[in-house]
C-alpha cells in the first residue's frame, strides 16, 4: 500500500494518521460536484437559488427540483447527489411533522437544524452506512428569531450563516456574496442578486441549466414559497445582460 490515505478510506468508522475521515471528504467532494447552491439573509427574509444542471435536453422544464419546502415556515435547497438530498429533505418534513403533532406548534429554526445536523452526522458513524452526498441550505422563519438561515454538511455540521454558497463554484460565489448589503437588502433586491450570481459563476463549460429561486419574506406572508414567475424572469434578464455587459467590456 501506497500513500497515507491508503487503507484508511473504506470505512466512515477508521480515522487516518492525520486525523480524517476519508468517506466524509469524499462525500464533500460529491457535493463540490453538484450545481451551485446559495443563499443571502436580507433585511425582510430569506432567498434561496440553485443552478440546476441539465443533462439532457429532453428533459421538462422545472422537473427535479432542488428547492423544497418542508413545511410552511421552512425550506431547503440542497446540492451534490440528487437523491440524498431528497431523503434529507423527506427526514426535515417529518421532524417537522412530528413536532407539530406532539407540541402542536411549528418547531423552531435552531431546533430542526439542530435535529437535522445529529441526523447527518449518524451516518457517519457506523460502518454499515455511508455519509450523505449532498450539503443543504435550510431557510426558516422562527417565532421567536425571526428570518434565519443554515447550512448542513455532510459531516453533521451546521452552522447559521447571513450568506452561503456550496457545490461548484461556490467560492466565487462567496466572494459575491460578501460585496452585498445584506443588512439592507430587500427580498425582491435580493432575488436580483441571487440571480445575478448564479449565472456570473456558471461554468460555460458545463451543460445548460435552470435558475431555480425560491424564498421566505415578508412579501411572501412569512411562508416558504417559489419565487412569483415574473419576478424569476426579470431576475434572469437582468443577469443575463449585466453577464453580456461584462463580455463587452472584456472584449
Given at each position: 500500500?501506497?500513500?497515507?490515505g491508503?487503507?484508511?478510506?473504506?470505512?466512515?468508522?477508521?480515522?487516518s494518521?492525520d486525523?480524517?475521515?476519508f468517506?466524509?471528504?469524499?462525500?464533500?467532494?460529491?457535493v463540490?460536484?453538484?450545481?451551485?447552491?446559495?443563499g443571502?439573509?436580507?433585511?425582510?427574509?430569506?432567498v434561496?437559488?440553485?443552478?440546476?444542471?441539465?443533462?439532457?435536453?429532453?428533459?421538462?422544464?422545472?422537473?427535479?427540483r432542488?428547492i423544497?419546502?418542508?413545511?410552511?415556515?421552512?425550506?431547503?435547497?440542497g446540492?451534490?447527489l440528487?437523491?440524498d438530498?431528497?431523503?434529507?429533505?423527506?427526514?426535515?418534513?417529518?421532524?417537522?411533522?412530528?413536532?407539530?403533532?406532539?407540541?402542536?406548534?411549528?418547531?423552531?429554526?435552531?431546533?430542526?437544524?439542530?435535529?437535522?445536523?445529529?441526523?447527518?452526522?449518524l451516518?457517519?458513524l457506523?460502518?454499515?452506512?455511508?455519509?450523505?452526498?449532498?450539503s443543504?441550505?435550510?431557510?426558516?422563519?422562527?417565532?421567536?428569531?425571526?428570518?434565519?438561515?443554515?447550512?448542513?454538511?455532510?459531516?453533521?455540521?451546521?452552522?447559521?450563516?447571513?450568506?452561503?454558497?456550496?457545490?461548484?463554484?461556490?467560492?466565487a460565489?462567496?466572494?459575491?456574496?460578501?460585496?452585498?448589503?445584506?443588512?439592507?437588502?430587500?427580498?425582491?433586491?435580493?432575488?436580483?442578486?441571487?440571480?445575478?450570481?448564479?449565472?456570473?459563476?456558471?461554468?460555460?463549460k458545463?451543460?445548460?441549466?435552470e435558475?431555480?429561486?425560491?424564498?421566505?419574506?415578508?412579501?411572501?406572508?412569512g411562508e416558504?414559497?417559489?419565487?412569483?414567475?415574473n419576478?424569476?424572469?426579470e431576475?434572469?434578464?437582468?443577469?443575463?445582460?449585466a453577464?453580456?455587459?461584462d463580455?463587452?467590456?472584456?472584449?
Amino acid at each position: 500500500m501506497s500513500g497515507i490515505g491508503t487503507g484508511y478510506d473504506l470505512s466512515t468508522t477508521t480515522y487516518s494518521p492525520d486525523g480524517k475521515v476519508f468517506q466524509v471528504d469524499y462525500a464533500c467532494k460529491a457535493v463540490d460536484n453538484g450545481g451551485l447552491a446559495l443563499g443571502v439573509r436580507c433585511k425582510d427574509g430569506v432567498v434561496l437559488g440553485v443552478e440546476k444542471l441539465l443533462a439532457m435536453k429532453m428533459l421538462v422544464p422545472g422537473a427535479n427540483r432542488r428547492i423544497a419546502a418542508v413545511d410552511r415556515h421552512a425550506g431547503m435547497a440542497g446540492t451534490g447527489l440528487a437523491p440524498d438530498a431528497r431523503q434529507i429533505v423527506a427526514r426535515a418534513r417529518s421532524e417537522c411533522a412530528q413536532y407539530l403533532s406532539f407540541y402542536g406548534d411549528r418547531i423552531p429554526a435552531q431546533i430542526l437544524a439542530d435535529r437535522m445536523a445529529h441526523y447527518m452526522h449518524l451516518f457517519t458513524l457506523y460502518w454499515s452506512v455511508r455519509p450523505y452526498g449532498a450539503s443543504s441550505l435550510m431557510a426558516v422563519k422562527d417565532a421567536h428569531d425571526g428570518y434565519a438561515m443554515y447550512l448542513l454538511e455532510p459531516s453533521g455540521e451546521c452552522q447559521r450563516y447571513h450568506g452561503a454558497a456550496i457545490g461548484k463554484g461556490r467560492q466565487a460565489a462567496k466572494n459575491e456574496i460578501e460585496k452585498l448589503d445584506l443588512g439592507n437588502l430587500s427580498a425582491a433586491e435580493a432575488v436580483r442578486h441571487v440571480a445575478r450570481i448564479v449565472y456570473a459563476t456558471h461554468d460555460e463549460k458545463d451543460k445548460e441549466f435552470e435558475c431555480e429561486l425560491s424564498w421566505i419574506c415578508d412579501a411572501s406572508g412569512g411562508e416558504f414559497k417559489r419565487v412569483p414567475k415574473n419576478l424569476v424572469d426579470e431576475a434572469v434578464e437582468a443577469a443575463k445582460a449585466a453577464l453580456e455587459s461584462d463580455d463587452e467590456m472584456d472584449a
